[in-house]
């Protein structure tokens, strides 16, 4: 089975086609807005057959099961925010279609003039995809039903603070007592995944699974328990497991999860227990990674009265911001913290860029440079699938760090990883 793009609007299309304005025309989506202006709200890349479209193929061979993965990239562009809006700031980010980037405005052009750089991807969300819009387009559903398959899955987002990391994956500041809430279209990637993983159990009732969830925090190559984090916010060490062959973090709580409100309620838990304390939650977040992991184990039972078992996970990862790593000429404190988060963001690329690079395929990857890449480690290669989300700000203001951003995913759209056999 081959899940491409087109598979993914197939999809679409039955979901949408009780939307009447959504409109799909050579590879990108449009609808009308409030103004009943046609508003084009994604783009793909979307040519021939063995290209980056492809977002995982999967092919069964009757109890062997061969899969390829690489690192498909969904960048998602965010609206020019009031404040920016107010003090002038343009926006310097175009979409020609085709899963293109077009970033105009740059310094240093020809005759001290400007000039203008193209980037190509996946997918492009442009500034008017809602938040069912990226788990509807960004491949994230077939990362969920790969993690119920028993595969070790990541996605993450990355970019500049303030550029929609945490508004995609958790939803805008203040969404906590989102269990009684109303459900918005606030809600973000990791609500709505909850809610597509308990859908895929739930349609499967022969099998008996079990859910467990962890959240933590990696703050100055710390790792903080975030569902425990106790009043001293004591660090927890991260360690090699021989049997499981794979980093783990020792006494992490780890949380039984039943039902759809008890997942929530680790959301919940992990994002409440991350601001306590803090004066400026945003500058604090801004400078730790976070991962929200839901492990999937699962018995089936088959012929002869044996079980199928099989053991999968979904990483959530909110990276701390790309833009720390230009500060290391702070002093003091925000030196190493800034020191540490361009060492985990530059292994993250290292790693990315090795497994990306044909040539050095069997060279040694750097997962245990960093504390960020050992827990990814299991995802990022062998019996694993990542999913990245790049996000950037249109603004004129902020036009080295999408650039930034731009070429750092570029690496990651190279990614196979190599096919293996599970029993
Ligand atoms: P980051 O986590 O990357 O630092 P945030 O997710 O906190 O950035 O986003 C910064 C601000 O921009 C927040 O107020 C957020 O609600 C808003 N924002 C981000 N992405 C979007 C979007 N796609 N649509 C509307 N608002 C957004
Ligand atoms: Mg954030």
Same mark, same amino acid.
């Given at each position: 089975?081959?899940?491409?793009?087109?598979?993914?609007?197939?999809?679409?299309?039955?979901?949408?086609?009780? !939307?009447?304005?959504?409109?799909?025309?050579?590879?990108? !989506?449009?609808?009308?807005?409030?103004?009943?202006?046609?508003?084009?709200?994604?783009?793909?890349?979307?040519?021939?057959?063995?290209? !980056?479209?492809?977002?995982?193929?999967?092919?069964?061979?009757?109890?062997?099961?061969?899969?390829?993965?690489?690192?498909?990239?969904?960048?998602?562009?965010?609206?020019?925010?009031?404040?920016?809006?107010?003090?002038?700031?343009?926006?310097?980010?175009?979409?020609? /279609?085709?899963?293109?980037?077009?970033?105009?405005?740059?310094?240093?052009?020809?005759?001290?003039?400007?000039?203008?750089?193209?980037?190509?991807?996946?997918?492009?969300?442009?500034? /008017?995809?809602?938040?069912?819009?990226?788990?509807?387009?960004?491949?994230?559903?077939?990362?969920?039903?790969?993690?119920?398959?028993?595969?070790?899955?990541?996605?993450?987002?990355?970019?500049?603070? /303030?550029?929609?990391?945490?508004?995609?994956?958790?939803?805008?500041?203040?969404?906590?007592?989102?269990?009684?809430?109303?459900?918005? @279209?606030?809600?973000?990637?990791?609500?709505?995944?909850?809610?597509?993983? $308990?859908?895929?159990?739930?349609?499967?009732?022969?099998?008996? $699974?079990?859910?467990?969830?962890?959240?933590?925090?990696?703050?100055?190559?710390?790792?903080?328990?975030?569902?425990?984090?106790?009043?001293?916010?004591?660090?927890?060490?991260?360690?090699?497991?021989?049997?499981?062959? /794979?980093?783990?973090?020792?006494?992490?709580?780890?949380?039984?999860?039943?039902?759809?409100? @008890?997942?929530?309620?680790?959301?919940?838990?992990?994002?409440?227990?991350?601001?306590?304390?803090?004066? %400026?939650?945003?500058?604090?977040?801004?400078?730790?990674?976070?991962?929200?992991?839901?492990?999937?184990?699962?018995?089936?039972?088959?012929?002869?009265?044996?079980? =199928?078992?099989?053991?999968?996970?979904?990483?959530?990862?909110?990276?701390?911001?790309?833009?720390?790593?230009?500060?290391?000429?702070?002093?003091?404190?925000?030196?190493?913290?800034?020191?540490? =988060?361009?060492?985990?963001?530059?292994?993250?690329?290292?790693?990315?860029?090795?497994?990306?690079?044909?040539?050095?395929?069997?060279?040694?990857?750097?997962?245990?440079?960093?504390?960020?890449?050992?827990?990814?480690? @299991?995802?990022?290669?062998?019996?694993?699938?990542?999913?990245?989300?790049?996000?950037?700000?249109?603004?004129?203001?902020?036009?080295?760090?999408?650039? %930034?951003?731009?070429?750092?995913?570029?690496?990651?759209?190279?990614?196979?990883?190599?096919?293996?056999?599970?029993?």
């Amino acid at each position: 089975m081959l899940y491409s793009l087109s598979c993914i609007y197939n999809k679409a299309a039955i979901y949408l086609s009780y !939307i009447f304005f959504i409109i799909f025309r050579n590879g990108s !989506i449009e609808r009308l807005d409030e103004d009943n202006n046609l508003q084009r709200i994604i783009t793909s890349y979307n040519e021939a057959e063995d290209n !980056i479209n492809v977002v995982v193929s999967y092919e069964c061979e009757t109890t062997e099961k061969a899969y390829k993965s690489k690192i498909p990239e969904y960048f998602r562009v965010r609206p020019l925010s009031n404040k920016e809006i107010k003090a002038g700031d343009d926006s310097v980010v175009n979409f020609p /279609g085709n899963g293109q980037v077009l970033v105009d405005g740059i310094p240093g052009g020809p005759s001290g003039g400007q000039k203008a750089k193209l980037f190509s991807y996946n997918v492009v969300f442009e500034p /008017g995809a809602t938040q069912e819009d990226v788990l509807q387009f960004s491949g994230m559903k077939r990362l969920i039903e790969m993690g119920v398959e028993g595969f070790r899955c990541t996605c993450f987002c990355y970019g500049q603070t /303030g550029s929609g990391k945490t508004h995609t994956l958790t939803g805008p500041p203040g969404l906590l007592g989102i269990q009684t809430a109303p459900y918005s @279209d606030k809600h973000g990637l990791v609500f709505r995944s909850f809610m597509y993983l $308990f859908k895929l159990i739930q349609e499967q009732p022969g099998i008996h $699974f079990v859910l467990k969830a962890s959240y933590l925090e990696i703050y100055n190559e710390k790792v903080i328990d975030l569902l425990n984090p106790g009043s001293a916010r004591k660090p927890l060490a991260v360690r090699w497991s021989k049997k499981a062959r /794979g980093f783990f973090v020792e006494n992490l709580f780890t949380v039984d999860c039943e039902e759809l409100d @008890d997942l929530i309620a680790v959301l919940e838990e992990g994002l409440r227990n991350r601001s306590v304390g803090k004066h %400026n939650m945003n500058d604090y977040s801004s400078r730790s990674h976070t991962i929200l992991c839901v492990h999937i184990t699962s018995e089936q039972p088959a012929e002869g009265g044996v079980f =199928i078992s099989r053991s999968g996970k979904i990483n959530f990862v909110d990276l701390a911001g790309s833009e720390m790593t230009k500060k290391t000429q702070s002093e003091g404190k925000t030196l190493e913290e800034a020191n540490n =988060i361009n060492k985990s963001l530059m292994v993250l690329g290292y790693c990315i860029a090795s497994l990306s690079d044909s040539k050095r395929k069997n060279s040694h990857i750097p997962y245990r440079d960093s504390k960020l890449t050992k827990l990814l480690a @299991d995802s990022l290669a062998g019996n694993g699938v990542t999913l990245m989300i790049a996000c950037i700000s249109p603004a004129k203001s902020n036009i080295y760090e999408t650039i %930034n951003t731009l070429r750092y995913a570029a690496r990651a759209k190279k990614i196979r990883t190599k096919p293996v056999v599970l029993m």
